[in-house]
């Protein structure tokens, strides 16, 4: 079964239809409920919400969800009957399976308690209408001649004693943008930090991510530095970062790193670690790239 627990969680949705058609005769009495087998829409409907719950029971690739609402409805015509399943989670993956078993359970409790008295029924068709919610749905296209910029700093990479793994690994997520970043490496020293993050925003750097400095060592300065430039914080990034870290490392309470605007630069202080890296980028990619528009006054 396919991993999920680096995806985010997010309000998802899906709807899927089935269609069953029947004899007008049928359709006449399912409506006057006059029937061997009584109340047939309620006891599909119920049987529907039973398969949206239980799919991970009978689907092997499905995960477990947590299952917020499901919504069962028919569309009750001459000929046919159209069922329509809503379902609804707050989770790392989303629900389309779940719409699809709970319309197509429903319509073959349908099928089931009208064949005692039409036996050329027929469920012609099962489909997904619609789906909401994943990173998907939040996408966002860069300005044009966007520049970012990837800042390590450490002492021991500086002086060649320590391989940059974390750099890199921003690196990576930017190229899946098209982006190519500026790249550099200084030592745990707040001045040249300050320089540095300084002489980007006036280069028109819009997106700085550094690595390293966000810890408590007596070294660490890469947060401080920030805080000495900066104009406004962002503090929703590093909670989002954070309480991602968090449900995966209790470690993740221990690091300072802030997210602050300078101009029309926002500058973004990721751990120093490999782990914490990868960890706050998939928390915060790509919603925060959705900052470019608010600030150039396009809202929400």
């Known amino acids: 079964m396919k991993s999920v627990s680096d995806k985010i969680t997010t309000a998802r949705s899906a709807k899927a239809v089935s269609v069953i058609i029947a ?57 046919r009957v159209l069922v329509s399943a809503e379902v609804g989670a707050t ?29 050329d029924m027929e469920i012609v068709s099962t489909k997904l209408v619609s789906k909401r919610g994943g990173k998907s749905d939040f996408t966002e296209v860069l300005p044009s001649g966007f520049k970012a910029a990837v800042l390590v700093t450490s002492d021991g990479t500086h002086q060649g004693t320590r391989q940059d793994k974390s750099g890199k690994i921003i690196q990576e997520k930017l190229k899946e943008y098209g982006v190519q970043p500026l790249y550099e490496i200084l030592p745990d020293e707040k001045d040249l930090i300050c320089a540095k993050l300084l002489k980007w925003c006036e280069e028109g750097v819009r997106l700085i991510l550094t690595t390293g400095g966000t810890g408590l060592g007596p070294r660490d300065v890469t947060v401080e530095a920030t805080r000495q430039i900066m104009e406004r914080e962002i503090p929703g990034i590093m909670e989002a970062g954070r309480a991602y870290g968090q449900a995966r490392t209790p470690y993740a309470m221990l690091s300072r790193g802030l ?42």
Not at 33 to 50: C, F, T
């Open 91 to 119: 989770w790392k993956t989303g629900v389309e399976m779940e719409a699809l078993c709970a319309s197509s359970i429903t319509a073959l409790t349908i099928y089931d308690m009208l064949k005692p008295v039409d036996k």
């Open 23 to 79: 004899r007008p005769e049928t359709i006449e009495r399912l409506k006057n409920n006059d029937l061997p087998k009584k109340d047939v829409l309620s006891v599909a409907r119920v049987a529907g919400i039973q398969a949206a719950k239980k799919t991970f029971e009978h689907i092997p690739y499905c995960h477990p969800i947590p299952i917020d609402f499901v919504e069962i409805n028919f569309d009750v015509q001459t000929d």
């Open 259 to 300: 997210a602050a605007q300078k101009g029309n630069t926002i500058i973004i202080n990721l751990p120093g670690s490999s782990n914490g890296v990868r960890e706050t980028l998939n928390a915060i990619f790509p919603s925060v790239l959705h900052a470019y528009p608010m600030m150039g006054g396009g809202g929400h």
